[in-house]
């Protein structure tokens, strides 16, 4: 489904991604891994169209989608996530999912329709399949961290998306949260039959869902493949030494 | 002047080139307190022309108070610049700091309300009457270069001009406090992180301008009028001159300044009706083709 | 009772009730209110692009200069009647704002705040310059009245002056102005304006081509701020070239944060305030911009939602006693 081979990107002289392959099948669970500053979330800006590649080719579906803008990215099918929990904090969870709609159903360009009650059905089915249905009206903003980043996988569904990439997506949740969070990841995935990619820094939700798992080091791929050899790669325990895992 | 067709005469080419530098003199010493506020500060700060134009009211007034000491020119332009300083940073820990956690918008908007509120200030006190300052003894006369005349005192501003510049360059370079103000201009967060007094420095930055800006308006008392409006019109000279240069780009304004004041000086022989219009549309130009100007940094 | 209250469809009552100033037989209070509803339709426009797209403008009176000066060369040059002359300066400011608009939208923050401006100058500087088009630096006094003899046969209404009479005319239109700029505000295009706004990185990937809806938001403000002009010119009774001087667009920029960026009427009640104080102030002093200034910095430091923000906060605070 995504196949990304060769990918290049760097800053000022400072190689961030250095020639990067690696692909997701349709209705996969994989991850990509890596220390901080490995490159994770250049790597998804490279994919999802915020950053251009210097080299290398990014296809969705048998399409080539390299340097296209986010906008037209998403439209093609791919959601996203981001690390630092992105949302509209002023506008109400309702308003936050509804606008995901809007746009990705093509109804943006209306000018005098009423917004009030549109996609009613549709964005109070996708809250309550992340568990914010009791929270539709309030504003996003003050919700808690937890809650954020669930409106925000809400707000990436609503877009109906065939693949889904999560930037760290537990990004600093208790241990609760965390289990509450991947559970949910995955029966959304399971329910929808998508496919996703996600990175992450948390070792065991990493483990406990992925089906495949890519390790990435100082913008370098060091280890591919199922769980279990990737645990066992010599490789990946070097970098690993001396982080402990969660 | 230039009739079509015909070279114009080469001294009258070069007395242009050297009243633009003039021009262009004066303004870097606005536009590098201006560039360097919104470069550590990000605040585009409107009130600066406002600071000038009372360093110049400033100067006017020491020199009337001090009749006839010897050097009062010289006390004159120093103290304005420290007055406006001090004004400075009173505006800055008072009022602007309260700002900044808030949107962009209300730190541009409260600048805007000082220009309203110090430019009425300077009317009150001042009148709307043009008042002058004559020149220091000592820099009265001329010298005559290649076929024009240039007064001694535009001279000395030829020569202040780079000075401070340098004086400027070598601070922000070889100093630690200059080392601290280019990286409050990078990560302002990090710094403060890092044990740094942020908050004093952005105080002191602020100062400095401000201090810029005043010494500015005093130097340029005798050779221009003081005003009501020359706040305005060096405010808008002063943007068009960081934006060509590059916003935040030190050279960037010296640079700028210098483009600016030959566009300034030739602009107006080339095409006399529109000298007003050629200006902003350089300043159009820049932003549509290049917005971070000739030296400053592509924008993320 | 509190919600009673917010419930009042207040924008309506109020158009509803401007229409009876001129039984009030003041021409002063005609005029007055007059500039209010102009300049409130120009400061809604405005904050269509700040206040719901979070596009700070320097420049917007640039296209309400264009608009003044398209109806009052249609009109006072070319004979063309208000019916035409008045879509025209839509037409005109909103032509201008897809032009300058292409090329501010691909900037951000600060740097679009300055292509606006310097566009802005750029009007006003060909409108200052251009003698033969735009009558230059003194610009075109005495544009004409548009016909408004029909009114004189009207019950209740036909014996104002025509002053008068261009009143009820500039309130009708107006109100149109904003039943339409409502509608667009709350429509699916206003909702994802709003999502620029709050995130514009989060709006492109839900699938909004930020500077497509960018552009689109600027012309239609363009577009009212033209009408807005339109009116005024031949409210003011001539057309001057400081129409588009960044003055007024500092003057529009502080109506609609003194009236509240945070709502749709908002700049429209800071558009009724400003006028009304600046009428009062300077019958007293010349020192208007001295209290201006104050005026703006008592705003930024206390209430930066505006009067009606602060009405609001009161409210909900009444609300949360009461619950």
């Known amino acids: ?246 | 002047m230039v009739s079509s067709g015909a070279l114009p005469d080469p001294s009258f080419l070069f007395a242009q080139a050297l009243s633009g530098l003039t021009a262009a003199m004066f303004l870097f010493l606005i536009a590098a307190g201006l560039s360097l506020i919104f470069g550590v500060l990000r605040v585009l700060n409107f009130s600066h022309g406002s600071f000038y134009m009372l360093g110049a009211y400033l100067a006017y007034q020491i020199v009337q108070w001090a009749a006839t000491t010897p050097g009062r020119f010289w006390w004159a332009t120093i103290g304005a610049a420290l007055g406006i300083a001090a004004l400075g940073g009173v505006v800055e820990r008072l009022l602007l700091r309260h700002l900044y956690a808030k949107e962009e918008l209300y730190q541009l908007l409260f600048t805007y309300a000082l220009v309203l509120i110090l430019g009425d200030v300077a009317k009150k006190l001042w009148g709307t009457g043009q008042l002058s300052v004559s020149r220091p003894p000592g820099l009265t006369g001329a010298v005559e270069l290649f076929g024009t005349r240039l007064p001694y005192y535009n001279l000395f501003i030829l020569l202040l001009g780079p000075a401070i510049a340098l004086a400027f360059w070598i601070v922000l370079h070889r100093t630690r406090t200059g080392r601290f103000i280019r990286a409050a201009a990078l990560d302002r967060e990090m710094l403060g992180a890092l044990g740094v007094n942020v908050t004093g420095l952005y105080t002191g930055v602020f100062v400095i301008g401000s201090f810029l800006a005043g010494l500015g308006g005093a130097l340029v008392t005798p050779v221009k009028t003081i005003v009501p409006g020359m706040d305005v019109e060096i405010i808008v000279e002063a943007f068009i001159v960081v934006v060509i240069g590059g916003l935040g780009s030190f050279w960037g304004t010296f640079l700028g300044s210098i483009v600016y004041g030959q566009v300034l000086s030739f602009g107006i022989l080339i095409f006399p009706r529109f000298s007003i219009f050629s200006v902003f549309a350089l300043m159009a130009v820049v932003l549509i083709v290049r917005p971070w100007g000739l030296l400053g940094r592509p924008l993320r | 009772m509190i919600e009673r209250l917010a419930r009042v469809p207040w924008g309506p009552l109020v158009m509803v009730a401007a229409f009876f100033v001129p039984a009030l037989g003041s021409r002063f209070y005609t005029f007055v209110a007059t500039d209010v509803v102009i300049m409130g339709l120009f400061a809604v426009s405005l904050n269509l692009l700040i206040g719901y797209t979070g596009l700070v403008s320097f420049g917007h009176a640039a296209y309400f200069g264009i608009g003044a000066y398209t109806t009052g060369i249609l009109m006072k040059k070319l004979g063309v009647p208000f019916v035409l002359a008045f879509p025209a300066a839509g037409l005109g400011a909103g032509l201008a704002a897809l032009v300058f608009g292409f090329f501010c939208v691909r900037l951000t923050k600060i740097y679009f705040a300055m292509l606006t401006l310097a566009f802005a100058q750029i009007v006003w500087a060909i409108c200052f310059k251009w003698n033969d088009v735009t009558g230059g630096e003194q610009g075109m006094p005495e544009i004409p009245y548009p016909a408004l003899d029909w009114m004189q046969r009207l019950p209740f209404f036909g014996d104002f002056r025509a002053s008068d009479h261009f009143y009820l005319v500039t309130v009708v239109l107006v109100a149109l102005c904003f039943w339409v700029l409502r509608r667009i505000v709350g429509s699916p295009f206003g909702r994802l304006l709003t999502t620029i706004r709050e995130n514009p990185e989060r709006a492109e990937f839900i699938g909004v081509s930020v500077r497509r809806y960018e552009l689109i938001a600027f012309v239609i403000a363009g577009i009212f701020a033209g009408l807005a002009g339109g009116l005024f010119g031949i409210f003011n009774r001539g057309v001057f070239p400081d129409f588009a001087y960044w003055t007024k667009s500092s003057e529009v920029l502080i109506m609609t944060l003194l009236g509240g960026m945070g709502s749709f009427w908002g700049p429209a009640v800071g558009a009724l305030v400003l006028l009304v104080l600046n009428q009062q102030i300077t019958s007293y002093t010349e020192y208007w911009p001295f209290v201006l200034g104050t005026v703006l910095i008592v705003i930024l430091f206390a209430f930066p939602g505006g009067i009606v923000g602060a009405l609001a906060a009161g409210v909900t605070r009444l609300r949360m006693r009461h619950a």
Request: net charge neutral; glycine share 10%.
């Open chain 1, 1 to 246: 489904m995504l196949e990304v081979r060769n990918v290049r990107k760097a800053f000022d002289g400072f190689q961030a991604v250095g020639g990067v392959t690696l692909g997701v099948a349709r209705g996969q669970i994989a991850a990509i891994i890596g220390p901080n500053g490995a490159g994770k979330t250049t790597f998804f800006n490279l994919v999802t169209g915020h950053l251009r590649p210097d080299a290398g080719v990014v296809i969705l579906n048998g399409r080539d989608i390299t340097g296209l803008a986010p906008h037209d990215v998403c439209r093609l099918g791919m959601g996203r996530s981001f690390q630092r929990t992105n949302i509209f904090p002023r506008l109400t969870v309702f308003e936050n999912v509804q606008a995901a709609f809007i746009s990705h159903r093509g109804r943006g360009l209306s000018f005098f329709a009423r917004v009030e009650g549109l996609y009613r059905d549709e964005t109070y089915a996708v809250l309550e399949s992340v568990g914010l249905q009791d929270k539709a009206g309030e504003v996003s903003g003050f919700l808690s961290h937890g809650n954020q980043k669930q409106l925000e996988l809400g707000i990436a569904l609503a877009s109906e998306p065939e693949l889904l990439l999560l930037d760290e997506p537990t990004a600093g949740m208790s241990a609760t949260e965390t289990r509450e969070t991947i559970r949910l990841i995955e029966r959304i995935t399971r329910d929808r039959g998508l496919t996703m990619l996600f990175t992450e820094h948390d070792m065991e939700v990493v483990f406990s869902i992925a089906q495949r798992i890519s390790v990435l080091h100082q913008g370098r791929l060091i280890a591919e493949g199922a769980p279990a050899e990737v645990r066992s790669d010599p490789e990946v325990r070097r970098v690993y030494l001396g982080e402990r895992a969660r």
